[in-house]
């Protein structure tokens, strides 16, 4: 990793970061953490999941390969986290998490990223321990620019641009980028066939060796990605704008070696139309309607690996989701509070089919549906208001859901969801230096397709119609104290799960069950700025998970996913008004409180040391010169929860997949 995770520096960073060069900061507000300048930082991958595990301490990587990784929030993932971009909702059409919604917006094309931790964003859908909110860059009036080349270790290659202009009436921006990358190695310098291997080596399974990459596979790159968006805002008067935007998200030949399968593409369309009209009069501050329309085509294969040669055939399971939404959002003071209060609908479709294909004539066979074209439709009524009393700002917000899931296939039981969410969350300045913050609430998010109805190749139900929707009960309390150089802030939470989705690998069949659990946690994080010119920020973030009801016919209490106890530490130097050096560690305890009932392995604890240098010159010119894992550290970050289908001796070895080793990158910007 380049940069380490900023834990805490509401207002020493934003100093920083305006004394020398832009770099990332971080703003906070109770549980909610604003991440800013993620597109001039995080510029040695387009991989948002990893900027999002440097920079918030409560999100943990989930790593399957070079690129589209997953993101743990608060020990959950999968639906639990409400992701949108630019207010559209979208979903990943893997049921087996290759494509998460963060994979469908690059690094270079974000403006900001809002990560509220918790059940208090009443005006989304299903946000259950949290909700990640990107915003993309916005079109200017005037003509600004840029290009960026980049290099690295492991034959990376990534070129990216953007332009942006317009009139008092009309602005618009365009941004592209393409990159492609190696299969990376690893501190033992193995990439990710010789990982594979390596795996396969090891397990008495001979069934193994057929997922191993074929040798005309083996060296293949990891991927290639090109992303292109456009966006138009017009302005109809002062007081009404119209905003359009289009991305396109285009992934070929990604590799998951800890899988079956790899991606033969990933192809995902956005469409986002946005209407504002402010002063209406004395019953609308602020209107705001929103349209959107969200597509991903992924077909993962076995094509690349030993089983098609052996037996003149490949599997293919190719899914689509298509999710389309509208919001009308209305905004008003009155009784002394600012209040927003709307209705929020959508439908997402899922579906998914099995097929072999001949190798030598290409012909397709047809095998069974895995997700037989479902549809989720959800209709909310939300409400929230903002008021302060003195020294306390005071928040409340609640929600309303109605939730229909129905399958194309009869066979399929049709479940229907209803749900009130609500919250209260409170800010107390007790002096200019000093608040404390307490915010308590309930929120519910409903199973989805692949968790009621999902069908293995064999005929296997492992989705169970049955499930019951999850629910949140959660409170959260910290305090945060400001000196003259640096600030310091402690958050906790305790969250009590009704019915939480989990995953049981005992079951032949419905492996998914609804059980109690709990999870609670905290974050210790700190900044100081001893020099004008220096800055040292440190993290500490902890968290536990247990189960209150066990699994059928299992016995381990542990919640899976609970990662270990991390500790970031960063210092940078300004050595003079257009450069900057920084040196990070990121470290981890050992993971040794795991779920093994259900595929979990005890992990070695890690310390990673990046070191970066950045110069900047008076026309336009900006180099970055960094190295990541400096001393080439062999460490694992991702554990192996069989929620995921991974490569398995079905016993207790499972596919372990360690991260990078020793990274050199350059990167060359142009502004204008």
């Not at 859908?125 to 990640?132: A, D, E, K, Q, R």
């Not at 209705?343 to 001949?358: A, C, K, L, P």
Request: proline share 2%; hydrophobic share 30%.
């Amino acid at each position: 990793m380049k940069k380490s995770i900023y834990l805490s520096f509401a207002v020493i960073a934003s100093l920083h970061a305006e004394e020398v060069l832009e770099s990332i900061s971080i703003s906070e507000e109770g549980t909610t953490q604003v991440v800013k300048n993620i597109s001039g930082e995080e510029i040695k991958s387009a991989d948002l999941a990893e900027a999002l595990n440097k920079n918030i301490p409560s999100i943990s990587l989930i790593r399957r390969s070079g690129i589209a990784n997953d993101i743990i929030l608060r020990g959950q993932k999968r639906d639990n986290i409400n992701v949108t971009i630019d207010g559209a909702k979208i979903y990943g059409a893997c049921v087996n998490r290759m494509d998460p919604p963060t994979s469908h917006v690059v690094t270079h094309a974000i403006a900001d990223v809002e990560v509220q931790e918790g059940p208090f964003d009443v005006e989304e859908f299903g946000v259950l321990s949290g909700s990640v909110k990107v915003s993309t860059k916005k079109p200017t009036k005037e003509v600004h620019g840029d290009i960026s080349l980049n290099g690295g270790s492991f034959g990376y290659k990534k070129a990216s641009g953007t332009i942006s202009g317009g009139t008092d009436k009309v602005r618009l921006l365009f941004t592209a980028s393409n990159e492609r990358g190696e299969q990376y190695e690893d501190g033992n310098g193995d990439n990710f066939a010789e990982q594979l291997e390596s795996y396969t080596a090891s397990t008495p399974s001979p069934m193994d060796n057929n997922f191993v990459y074929t040798a005309s596979n083996k060296n293949r790159d990891a991927f290639e990605k090109t992303m292109l968006m456009g966006k138009m805002f017009v302005n109809f008067t002062p007081n009404q704008e119209l905003q359009f935007s289009y991305t396109a998200n285009r992934s070929d030949n990604v590799l998951y070696p800890s899988s079956k399968m790899d991606a033969l593409y990933d192809d995902s369309d956005i469409f986002n139309l946005q209407y504002n009209i402010k002063n209406l009069g004395a019953y609308s501050k602020k209107l705001e309607l929103q349209a959107y329309n969200s597509k991903v085509e992924h077909p993962m294969s076995t094509k690349y690996r030993a089983i098609a040669q052996k037996q003149n055939k490949y599997m293919t399971h190719a899914l689509t989701t298509d999710m389309k939404g509208l919001k009308v959002k209305n905004s008003v003071d009155a009784f002394g509070h600012n209040i927003s209060y709307g209705i929020d609908g959508s439908r997402r479709n899922w579906d998914g089919e099995y097929s072999s294909t001949n190798v030598a004539t290409g012909a397709v066979t047809t095998m069974r549906k895995s997700i037989d074209d479902v549809d989720t439709k959800n209709i909310g009524l939300f409400v929230k208001s903002k008021k302060s009393f003195g020294a306390i700002e005071l928040e409340m917000g609640a929600r309303y859901d109605d939730t229909n899931i129905q399958s194309a296939s009869t066979a399929n039981k049709e479940n229907d969801y209803n749900a009130l969410s609500a919250n209260i969350f409170a800010n107390y300045h007790a002096n200019e230096s000093t608040k404390y913050f307490v915010g308590v609430g309930k929120s519910s998010r409903v199973p989805d397709a692949r968790e009621l109805y999902n069908t293995k190749t064999d005929g296997t139900l492992n989705g169970n119609p049955n499930l019951n929707e999850t629910t949140n009960y959660e409170l959260d309390l910290g305090v945060e104290k400001e000196f003259d150089q640096g600030s310091l802030k402690l958050k906790t939470f305790y969250s009590k799960l009704k019915d939480y989705i989990y995953y049981n690998s005992t079951l032949a069949q419905n492996n998914f069950e609804n059980i109690d659990a709990t999870i609670y946690g905290a974050e210790l994080s700190g900044s100081i700025m001893p020099t004008e010119n220096t800055y040292l920020s440190a993290g500490l973030s902890y968290k536990r998970g247990k189960k209150d009801t066990q699994p059928t016919e299992q016995t381990n209490s542990n919640l899976a996913e609970m990662t270990p106890l991390k500790l970031n530490l960063t210092a940078s130097y300004d050595y003079d008004e257009d450069g900057m050096v920084e040196a990070s560690l990121v470290a981890a305890d050992s993971w040794d409180t795991i779920d093994s009932d259900n595929g979990e392995q005890k992990l070695a604890g890690y310390a990673v040391v990046n070191l970066k240098t950045t110069r900047s010159f008076d026309n336009g010119l900006e180099f970055t010169l960094g190295v990541d894992n400096a001393f080439d550290t062999t460490y694992t970050t991702t554990n192996t929860y069989k929620d995921l289908i991974l490569m398995t001796d079905n016993a207790t070895n499972t596919m372990l997949m360690n991260e990078a080793g020793r990274y050199l990158y350059l990167n060359a910007k142009y502004n204008f």
